[in-house]
């Protein structure tokens, strides 16, 4: 059991910075698909219709 | 010093008429406001198309409104004060599945442009076989959902007005049934959208309050919580000491987001993928937030009010932290308010999934399967009444059947269900091209119907409400199991039932689901 101050282990930030980058990965996620995906799908209609 | 931060207050063991009042008035307003935005969205146009224009940030704040339930509120803070660090896991691991919602189902899902969940699975195969299929997943989805609202639901109006947890139970019920027969549809976008806004506000403000006697030091509070307990408040294996126990429910909480119909029913409601996609984003960041509160809640619980105080009483399973948490920090007006926006919002979630349960019976199996397709709109109707009036009564013998269960646990074995049910089913329509009408019956049959038996076995069911000595099933939670075979299943019926048909309609959807071709 590994403690960060007295009596505060590491599980607990470890566990509040995993809700943290659960949202900052959906945030890159939507910027990648805004910005990368969708032009490469926008590509793809194109050359079909 | 900080033993002293700790201070016992054990009032409220009878009914307090400032609570009562508060509740009362605030039960209400809620009631009132959530029907006048009902009523506007209602005139404005057609359900369904007229939320084709909702905004991504007001869809996020309506999925979030719809995840966060009320009970799921009452449950983790619960969880978390009784447990303390494994407590957190149901916090942590109620977030972990959006990333999944998002990658995988969000964007297909808004591009099929289909409604309901029976609708998107059946779109490739023969109707009548699917239909029965996903009915009876999306049934029993709700039953165990349906249970989760009615437990937390019962404690509330247990611990409020000091009936027996049975008379809740069934008042509860009751208000439920008669709301839904004579009211009808208010679990529209902006109920969800007012929900989430209410509780949110309600835990920041017991968040604040509470710290403030910590110095607004989280860290204080949790040394607190230590000096008065021991160590073990905030170390691992108090709770889920078995790894494969912690595997299987990270595995329903991993999934069973992308299983659930009221969710996934969000995404139909959005103009394009983009606003699908935007939606998720803000969904998590409010969710994030919220249950980050609800790990700080659980530990203020346990270190002001004191494990003794809320595990004591009829209500086993620590349902009622934030409220003697509220009661002590902000006084007896405070917890009636509390009280009432989470009644409110525990009633708007029922009153969504009886009428999404009572439409499944009455559409899905009704209309389209027994009379196929030729049924009055007054059958119909009353078909639907039938259907609440038995989906109210399954709830209140359920709710009463799983008395003891902290609501927090029960959601995890409900997302158990969800995954397993629907899961499987969903994405490989999505994603396989020889997925067959055999491939989905026999993925949701067998994924619901072993979801359910390995329940009923498990020490929760088996050994504490039937009695029994041993366990035939040692896992609370059965995913581990379940999941797999659904798919082991959906893979075995499309192979021993092939149907180029169905292979021919996907390269078309593919299009459509992938580039967006055809959606509007």
Redesign the interface.
């Known amino acids: ?1 590994r403690l960060i ?5 590491i ?2 930030p470890a ?2 910075g ?3 980058g ?2 900052l ?3 890159i ?2 910027v990648w ?2 910005k990368k995906h ?1 032009i490469q ?1 926008e590509k ?2 194109k050359k ?1 219709q | 010093m900080i033993l002293n931060l700790c201070i016992v207050q054990t009032s409220l063991k009878n009914i307090n008429f400032v609570s009562v009042g508060m509740f009362f008035i605030f039960v209400f307003a809620t009631l009132y406001i959530t029907y006048r935005a009902a009523k506007k969205t209602k005139s404005t146009s057609d359900f369904y198309t007229a939320n084709r224009g909702i905004s991504g940030f007001q869809n996020g704040l309506a999925l979030a409104g719809n995840y966060i339930s009320a009970a799921g509120f009452l449950g983790i803070t619960g969880m978390v004060a009784l447990q303390g660090f494994d407590g957190i896991i149901y916090s942590i691991g109620s977030l972990v599945g959006w990333p999944v919602l998002l990658f995988l189902i969000a964007e297909p899902l808004r591009n099929l442009g289909k409604y309901t969940f029976s609708d998107v699975v059946a779109y490739r195969f023969r109707q009548k076989p699917v239909l029965i299929a996903s009915a009876i997943g999306s049934l029993v989805t709700i039953a165990f959902y349906l249970i989760i609202q009615m437990v937390g639901g019962g404690a509330l109006i247990n611990k409020l007005f000091g009936l027996s947890y049975f008379s809740s139970v069934i008042i509860v019920g009751s208000v439920m049934t008669l709301y839904v027969l004579f009211g009808g549809m208010l679990a529209t976008t902006w109920v969800q959208i007012i929900k989430a806004v209410l509780l949110l506000g309600g835990a920041t403000v017991i968040v604040i309050l509470s710290l403030s006697h910590f110095g607004y030091n989280p860290v204080t509070m949790i040394q607190g919580a230590v000096n008065r307990y021991d160590i073990s408040v905030v170390s691992p294996g108090s709770y889920i000491s078995d790894p494969w126990e912690a595997i299987s429910l990270g595995i329903a909480l991993i999934i069973g987001p992308s299983g659930l119909p009221h969710i996934l029913m969000r995404f139909y409601t959005v103009a394009h993928a983009k606003a699908a996609r935007k939606s998720v984003f803000v969904a998590t960041g409010f969710i994030g937030y919220f249950l980050i509160l609800t790990i700080i809640i659980g530990y203020a619980a346990m270190c002001i009010v004191g494990r003794e105080v809320i595990g004591a009483g009829e209500d086993k399973g620590g349902n009622m932290a934030a409220l003697f948490l509220s009661d002590t920090t902000g006084g007896p007006a405070f917890m009636g308010f509390i009280a009432a926006v989470a009644f409110a919002a525990i009633l708007a979630v029922v009153v969504g999934l009886t009428l999404s349960g009572a439409s499944t019976i009455s559409h899905d199996l009704y209309v389209n399967v027994i009379k196929k397709g030729k049924a009055s709109d007054k059958r119909e109707v009353r078909v639907a009444r039938l259907a609440t009036l038995a989906l109210g009564i399954l709830a209140i013998l359920l709710g009463m059947l799983f008395k003891n269960q902290n609501v927090a646990f029960m959601v995890g074995i409900t997302f158990a269900v969800a995954a397993s049910a629907n899961f499987p089913a969903l994405i490989l329509s999505i994603a396989w091209r020889r997925f067959s009408t055999r491939g989905a019956v026999y993925s949701i049959i067998t994924g619901t119907v072993l979801a359910v038996v390995l329940i009923v076995l498990s020490p929760t069911v088996w050994e504490e409400l039937f009695g029994f000595k041993h366990a035939l099933f040692p896992l609370r939670n059965p995913a581990i199991i379940s999941l797999p075979a659904s798919f082991l299943a959906a893979y075995i019926g499309s192979v021993t039932g092939r149907e180029p048909e169905s292979a021919q309609k996907y390269d078309r959807e593919k299009l459509r689901t992938h580039l967006g071709i055809g959606a509007y």
């Open positions: 059991m101050c007295k009596n505060v282990t599980g607990l566990g509040i995993v809700l943290i659960t949202w990965l959906t945030g996620y939507v698909a805004n969708d799908v793809i209609k079909i």
